[in-house]
């Protein structure tokens, strides 16, 4: 369920990329009825089975970076957490926190079916 809070937040956002911000708002919500997203660290972020994972981080407003993560607090299982990522997507920041990040809109269009099976099989880890 798409949020009336994202919705205002987006509409006075002021960010080089935010074709692509809105676009791939819109696809994650639309790819999984268990959806939702409210905000967090001054982002949209996207919240499945009552858990934070995945977040928007949009500064600075150059890129678009994209936080894969597994909820506010570091899990008992991290150490043994293993996600594979065959499209190349993400920059491991740790084994169960990744980084996907778009420099243009075209890049951000461009690995946009590859960005929802990533985050459909994220979510679900």
């Not at 819109?26 to 982002?43: P, T, Y």
């Not at 420099?103 to 461009?110: C, G, Y």
Request: hydrophobic share 45%; glycine share 4%; no cysteine.
């Amino acid at each position: 369920m798409s949020s009336a809070e994202v919705d205002a937040y987006l509409a006075s956002l002021t960010h080089q990329l935010k074709p692509a911000v809105v676009r791939l708002r819109e696809a994650i919500m639309a790819s999984d009825e268990g959806m939702s997203e409210h905000l967090k660290w001054k982002a949209p972020s996207f919240v499945y089975d009552g858990e934070d994972r995945v977040t928007f981080a949009l500064h600075p407003a150059n890129r678009i970076r994209i936080i894969l993560h597994r909820g506010a607090q570091q899990r008992d299982d991290t150490d043994d957490f293993r996600f594979d990522d065959p499209s190349g997507l993400v920059v491991w920041a740790a084994p169960d926190r990744g980084v996907v990040t778009f420099s243009t809109i075209d890049a951000a269009a461009d690995a946009e079916p590859a960005l929802l099976e990533l985050i459909g099989r994220w979510v679900r880890a």
